[in-house]
């Protein structure tokens, strides 16, 4: 299980993999995947946990897996906060 390197930095494997890091807070880091597909919708993880918010109609929880629901519920609400933001980078193209 990937860990994260040190307090508040990335896991070592967002650095390998092609994911535009959108915005980190609280420990949340919010991305999405270079080639990802529609609808707009927003990766985020905390520690081992994963969730999905879908972002077209509102912030809607997709999925989540290793993530405690307080965690998902703080995820959600930061993407509420930031959900123009994430929508304006989500249809910025990549360097």
């Not at 609280?26 to 879908?54: Q, T, W």
């Not at 509420?80 to 304006?88: D, G």
């Amino acid at each position: 299980m990937d860990r994260l390197s040190q307090a508040g930095q990335e896991p070592n494997y967002l650095s390998r993999l092609r994911l535009p890091k959108v915005l980190e807070k609280d420990g949340f880091f919010f991305l999405f995947y270079s080639n990802d597909h529609a609808p707009i919708h927003i990766h985020v993880r905390r520690g081992g946990g994963e969730a999905v918010f879908d972002l077209d109609n509102g912030v809607e929880l997709r999925e989540s897996q290793g993530m405690k629901l307080s965690d998902i519920a703080k995820a959600e609400a930061i993407a509420t906060e930031y959900k123009q933001l994430m929508i304006k980078k989500w249809h910025e193209p990549l360097d």
